[in-house]
């Protein structure tokens, strides 16, 4: 169960993927009422998934919908509900439905989540687990990442074709940092540097982004690529992926790219500082929102592309194991039968 399976959404992906590994796991899916966020159920079986309105600000609502979930979770024969929404899992458990909450971001300190968090909790990194221990006061019983496939070997990189041009894969929503990426671009390029930057993703500041990148004079460098399902070609294109968000999971982009070994420019925020491979040796972590550091990361990277072909191959063989689709299914399979067991 997540709220939304919006098409754009890392945790949307992350279940459909391990939905699809796992063998031997009878899943239904749920959500909560359409808000406008155009979806992807289509790899959905027909009839296995329902919405209900938890998310509604009337309590009455709420409380009818728990019931009715509940129905549907019985009739169904639904032994546990793997929940990836903080505030809808702890509905669940109040309803004395068992869940399994597997924490996807870092959040801060509620005292209603202090007190109400649920029994049997997950984390995808060691910084997500280790702010569930700071905002809970419990440790999650097990440490699952986001799964990620990677082939035997990461294929070779036309440097020459691809030394220039670097690629941001990400919601175009306030979150994911894209105006300070930008100004770090005008940066380079009041510096005369030319560089490329693909932004593959959609979302509400689109037009606002095409807007400040038009008044930086950078609108020929940056290329507006839209959503796709499929961004292989636009790793592959590239020399290394970028993610500067302010909060952040286990990016499923950073995966990706790594797959394809490319290496991540990345900001110091819980889950993204734990795809970082130690022995790195290019500059990363920057702070979210500076723009100068950021730009000088950018110069050093580009300006060094021998070392960012030995940077992605140190992140592939770094996040290769842990990131198996096989493997992530497997620990989850484990733990839904630790908590059926009563053994978490």
């Not at 609502?61 to 549907?72: A, D, G, N, P, T």
């Not at 734990?274 to 500076?290: E, H, K, Q, R, W």
Request: include cysteine; charged fraction near 25%; aromatic fraction near 10%.
């Amino acid at each position: 169960m997540n709220d939304n399976f919006y098409r754009s959404s890392g945790v949307a992906i992350a279940i459909r993927r391990i939905a699809q590994a796992s063998k031997g796991v009878d899943y239904y899916f749920a959500g909560c009422l359409d808000n406008g966020l155009p979806e992807d159920i289509s790899w959905i079986p027909e009839g296995r998934y329902r919405r209900f309105d938890l998310k509604s600000s009337n309590p009455i609502r709420v409380i009818s919908e728990l019931i009715r979930l509940r129905k549907w979770l019985d009739s169904e024969g639904c032994d546990l509900v793997h929940c990836h929404h903080r505030r809808i899992s702890v509905l669940l458990q109040l309803a004395g439905v068992r869940v399994l909450y597997t924490a996807q971001l870092a959040f801060p300190y509620q005292t209603w989540f202090r007190w109400l968090h649920p029994k049997n909790m997950t984390a995808i990194t060691r910084s997500v687990a280790k702010n569930l221990v700071e905002t809970t006061g419990q440790e999650p019983f097990a440490c699952i990442g986001n799964p990620a496939q990677f082939p035997e070997r990461a294929p070779s990189i036309d440097l020459e074709k691809v030394r220039f041009r670097a690629v941001c894969i990400a919601r175009l929503d306030p979150v994911k940092g894209h105006t300070y990426l930008l100004s770090a671009w005008k940066l380079l390029h009041d510096k005369g540097y030319k560089y490329k930057l693909d932004l593959v993703g959609e979302g509400s500041l689109r037009s606002g982004l095409e807007e400040q990148s038009r008044r930086e004079g950078t609108q020929e460098l940056i290329r507006f690529c839209g959503f796709h399902t499929d961004v292989s070609t636009f790793i592959r294109d590239s020399l290394f992926a970028v993610l500067v968000s302010e909060i952040e999971g286990q990016g499923i982009v950073t995966l990706e790219a790594a797959a394809m070994g490319r290496p991540s420019l990345l900001t110091a925020v819980p889950g993204s500082i734990d795809l970082i491979p130690a022995g790195a040796t290019l500059p990363n972590g920057v702070d979210f929102g500076d723009v100068e550091k950021l730009a000088e990361a950018l110069e050093e990277w580009f300006g060094h592309p021998d070392k960012v072909v030995a940077e992605g191959q140190r992140f592939s063989e770094f996040l290769k194991s842990s990131s198996d689709p096989a493997k992530v299914a497997h620990d989850y399979l484990d733990a839904y039968r630790r908590i059926l067991n009563g053994s978490t």
